[in-house]
């Protein structure tokens, strides 16, 4: 069974573009239910905070989703930490955004799962670092959010 880590965009672009309230996507939110239930679809506790700071329907949905949210654990706390000091620029900062990031990525290490995130890779190796590009800096698997449409099992 593949883990499915799950970044803060995902969410708001899923909740967006698949309204839980729509009956037309009854099917999609069953698989993630089941997902859920099963441990292959999760997120780290940080997403949650992120999600706090959107203003999107998204929020409070993975807050009810019991067994999403893993919590923080030291392994998963180190890490991350070691993710920054390989990645120092995957988080700014200056910046309210992205802190989940290692948090998502040391997750799918430690899971032997998958990165699930819209993020693009860095254009120029000068330029921020991005989920995509810290998860191939760690040999975890990233998916944007089409990928992952293709190959999560709907069913």
């Not at 309230?21 to 999609?28: M, N, P």
């Given at each position: 069974?593949?883990?499915?880590?799950?970044?803060t965009?995902?969410?708001?672009?899923?909740y967006?573009?698949?309204p839980r309230?729509?009956?037309?996507?009854?099917?999609?939110?069953?698989?993630?239910?089941?997902?859920?239930?099963?441990?292959?679809?999760?997120t780290?506790?940080?997403?949650?905070?992120?999600l706090?700071?959107?203003?999107?329907?998204?929020?409070?949905?993975?807050k009810?989703?019991?067994?999403?949210?893993?919590?923080m654990?030291?392994?998963i706390?180190?890490?991350?930490?070691?993710?920054?000091?390989r990645?120092?620029?995957?988080v700014?900062?200056?910046?309210?955004?992205?802190?989940?990031?290692?948090?998502?990525?040391?997750?799918?290490?430690?899971k032997?799962?998958?990165?699930?995130?819209?993020?693009?890779?860095?254009?120029?190796?000068?330029?921020?670092?991005?989920?995509?590009?810290?998860?191939?800096?760690?040999?975890v698997?990233?998916?944007?959010?089409?990928?992952?449409?293709?190959?999560?099992p709907?069913?």
């Amino acid at each position: 069974m593949t883990t499915y880590v799950i970044d803060t965009n995902i969410f708001i672009r899923l909740y967006s573009w698949n309204p839980r309230e729509i009956k037309l996507y009854d099917h999609i939110w069953s698989a993630i239910d089941g997902a859920i239930k099963s441990g292959s679809m999760i997120t780290d506790s940080t997403v949650q905070m992120e999600l706090d700071k959107h203003n999107s329907p998204a929020k409070e949905w993975v807050k009810t989703q019991m067994g999403l949210v893993i919590p923080m654990s030291n392994e998963i706390f180190v890490c991350a930490q070691e993710i920054m000091a390989r990645c120092p620029s995957l988080v700014d900062p200056e910046s309210e955004r992205n802190h989940a990031d290692p948090f998502i990525i040391a997750a799918a290490l430690i899971k032997d799962g998958v990165a699930v995130s819209d993020e693009k890779p860095r254009k120029q190796q000068s330029d921020r670092c991005k989920v995509p590009d810290a998860c191939d800096e760690f040999g975890v698997k990233c998916l944007n959010f089409t990928a992952f449409a293709n190959e999560f099992p709907w069913h």
